[in-house]
């Protein structure tokens, strides 16, 4: 995938910005503040989600002003000999309550705009945020919120199963409650109904447990590659999916801990309670890990999630890395500053010395105003 051009308007900190990036590496730099986040940011919402910052519409509208509108010229990968694929127009708006079509919308090639999330696939990136270093030391929740969210980009089947799973979880759940809080069925039809939604659960669970420890089948090892290679070998990462259960067991778990769910008045097993372990040199890293440590394996991590969607689509995401070399050593730097010149990549940095030697396009961001840097040589 590549971004041929974006122009700006009122969005967050930036009045007015036109971008015309390089076809591998773009560099975004300038101090802290000065909205290099910003852009990034308005580059990812044009796949179609949400914020990676989790911004609400209304914040993404520069202040005082009622739209904020994205316009930008993509173009799809074509295998090696093909002609090049037709550049694709999208226009975006995000409106704040109060404008007159609050919410975002999004518009192809000119035709009837529809909702941003419509999107969906058009526009594939991977963001890395220093948010996402949550990742190695957070809850469980993180990671398997990392997975879901590949997963339900690669696969439209994936968010709809997905969902179902959660809602018969949450009808699971409140039956539980009700009859910890006393608050009895009839003793046999509590227990015919928990089977009902055990009997989903199950079917549900299965289906999407396979689909995650099929994508870990080939993003783990790539991860662990590509962190062997931005740590030159000084620590070995794996990764091992924390399962409740082997394939098909998930229907005789449930039977199993049904007492104890009704007795603790909630769900206790099932795919909502996997975890995603991360380990260097065989220790967890949530424990373990430094600063350095915790940003390469995440950086891995998304480089693979990268490799991995366009293995199974055939179009590589853009790469979005925010921030990305701050805490690295000098060798894992210069081995990033290698990928990035493999896809088309945006990175933003404070420091633009690690980018002065490369051949990509660089602008400066002050305070909301983009600015191309030309390179001498
Ligand atoms: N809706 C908005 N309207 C105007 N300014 C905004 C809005 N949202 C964020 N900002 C400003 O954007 C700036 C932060 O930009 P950011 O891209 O995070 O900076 P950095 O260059 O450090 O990445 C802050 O000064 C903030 O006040
Ligand atoms: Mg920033």
Known sequence: ?????LEVQNYRNICAARLEPGRELTVICGNNGQGKTNLLEAIWLLTGGKSFRGGKDAELVRRGEAFAVLEADTQRD?????????????RMTVGTPEAAKPGRYAAVNGAAPKRAAALAGSFPAVVFDPGH????????????????????????????????????????????????????????????????????????????????????????????????ELSHGAERMSIRYAA??????????????????????????????????????????????????QRSVVLSLKMAEAA???????????????????????GRK?????????????????????????DGEVYRMDGGVLNRVWQHG
Not at 334 to 358: G, I
Request: net charge negative.
């Open 1 to 5: 995938m590549r971004l041929l051009s």
């Open 78 to 90: 074509r295998p090696e000999g093909c002609e090049p694929a037709e550049p694709a127009h999208i």
């Open 133 to 228: 270093l949550s990742l190695v030391k957070g809850a469980p929740e993180g990671r398997r919120k990392f997975l879901d969210a590949a997963l339900c980009q690669l696969y439209p089947g994936y968010l709809a199963s997905y969902r179902r799973y959660v809602r018969v979880l949450q009808q699971k759940n409140a039956l539980l409650r009700h009859s910890a809080n006393g608050q009895e069925r009839p003793y046999a039809e509590k227990r015919t109904l928990l089977e009902v939604l055990n009997t989903e659960l199950a079917a549900r669970g299965e289906a999407l447990q396979q689909r995650r420890r099929e994508y870990l089948e080939l993003l783990a090892p790539r991860a662990c590659a590509n962190y062997a």
């Open 244 to 293: 409740q259960f082997a394939p098909g067991g998930l229907a005789a778990l449930l039977r199993q801990r049904q007492e104890e769910e009704l007795r603790a008045g909630q769900s206790l097993c099932g795919i909502h309670r996997e975890d995603l372990e991360l380990l260097l040199d065989d220790q967890p890293a949530r424990v373990y890990a430094s600063q350095g440590q």
């Open 308 to 330: 991995a969607a366009a293995q199974i689509t055939g179009e590589h995401p853009v790469l979005l890395l925010d921030d990305v070399l701050s805490e690295l050593d000098e």
């Open 334 to 358: 210069q081995y990033l500053l290698t990928c990035m010149k493999e896809k088309q990549t945006f990175v933003t940095s404070c420091d633009d010395t690690d980018f002065l030697k490369t």
